[in-house]
């Protein structure tokens, strides 16, 4: 009888064993193909609904921009009805012209007033207040804001009342130029805020950002930013 040796004999196992090895290689490397594909595709997934959420986020702040610069546009359009008069009385008592009126000029002078003055509405506060989770940084100076302006319409009310009595209408007369100067103030800090809203939106899409407005009276309140948040200061804070 013919005998192999040990050495050239097969065995089952010598023929299994790399069949098997080259199916669990073919298995994991399609295992790790499909894992990698799905990680990919996470990924893209990810990616793609940053980019969605930033898009409507972008437009939610846009569209909001738009509500607030015209809300405060009207706020400043009435503050400067408010100037002018303010500036006529000024004008015409330096000029040494108000002597010769009446009491029914001085009373068109009021009617002026009393047209203008019910023009007056909080539609820029609740914009702003509305949209405050948008542009929560502004919150704290919309409150100095409406302080400002719940003081200042209290003097401007005051002011023409006064301007109908005889007994108070020369006291008044000489407040004129404050008066048409914190008007001036007020609706300066106004644009302060556009400026703000407007860096916010469309400065983030551009790159570029406008400074804020710098007094040449450095005693003059103006909008600055202070750990990320809008605050009014007065003079060189």
């Known amino acids: 009888m013919l005998r192999i ?3 050239r004999m097969t065995t089952v196992t010598d023929i299994l064993l790399p069949a098997v090895w080259r199916s669990l290689s073919t298995v994991q490397a399609a295992t790790w193909i499909a894992l990698t594909g799905w990680f990919v595709t996470g990924i893209g997934w990810y990616v793609s609904q940053r980019a969605q959420r930033r898009v409507f986020v972008y437009q939610a702040r846009n569209a909001a921009r738009a509500e607030i610069v015209t809300a405060l546009r009207k706020q400043q359009h009435l503050l400067g009805k408010l100037s002018n008069l303010a500036l006529t009385i000024s004008t015409t008592h330096e000029l040494g012209q108000l002597a010769g009126w009446g009491q029914q000029q001085w009373l068109d002078v009021f009617n002026q007033f009393r047209d203008t003055f019910p023009l007056t509405d909080s539609q820029w506060v609740f914009t702003l207040e509305h949209y405050e989770v948008l542009f929560p940084e ?45 008007l001036g103030d007020q609706t300066a800090l106004l644009e302060d805020l556009l400026v703000h809203v407007q860096n916010a939106t469309l400065g983030e899409v551009v790159g570029r950002r406008v400074a804020f407005r710098q007094p040449t009276d450095p ?9 990320g948040l809008l605050e009014i200061v007065e003079g060189e804070q």
């Open 219 to 227: 005693t003059l309140p103006r909008v600055v930013i202070r750990a």
């Open 138 to 182: 502004t919150a704290h100076c919309r409150r100095q804001m409406v302080q400002r302006n719940i003081a200042l319409f209290q003097e401007v009310h005051e002011f023409f009342v006064a301007l109908l009595r005889p007994n108070t209408r020369e006291a008044a007369m000489l407040q004129a130029q404050s008066l048409f100067q914190r």
């Open 5 to 7: 040796p040990p050495s």
